[in-house]
């Protein structure tokens, strides 16, 4: 089994900071990509940036500029900084990691987080 636990969701103004975290544990191989997607209330969950095994990010337009997504030197927890927070940013935000699993099979796995909040209000 793959785990992922985030942290770090909250309440912020608007223009304010906040970041994510997501570390994965369990029978993992190897991680191919790591993301964090977004549902807000009504709305399907949505793309909000990627990073890759060899590094490569990728952003969605509406976050591009303020946002920044890394990783840990051992490649297994996955960060969100979140600058400029607008009040549209408010959602539940998702941990994804893609990976193979250790183990004589070494089967793919694509796991999700629980979600955290991230509400941007004054």
């Known amino acids: 089994q793959v785990q992922l636990v985030e942290s770090g969701g909250g309440l912020v103004q608007p223009g304010g900071s906040l970041t994510l975290s997501c570390a994965a544990s369990?029978?993992?191989?190897?991680?191919?990509?790591m993301g964090w997607y977004r549902q807000a209330p009504g709305k399907e969950r949505e793309l909000v940036a990627t990073i890759i095994h060899n590094g490569s990010t990728n952003y969605a337009d509406s976050v591009k500029g303020r946002f920044t997504i890394s990783r840990s030197s051992a490649k297994l927890t996955v960060y969100l900084q979140m600058n400029s927070l607008k009040p549209e940013d408010t959602a539940v935000y998702y941990c994804n990691v893609v990976g193979v699993r250790s183990g004589w099979l070494q089967q793919p796995f694509n796991s999700w987080g629980q979600g955290t909040q991230v509400t941007v209000s004054s």
């Open positions: 369990g029978n993992i191989f190897s991680i191919n990509g």
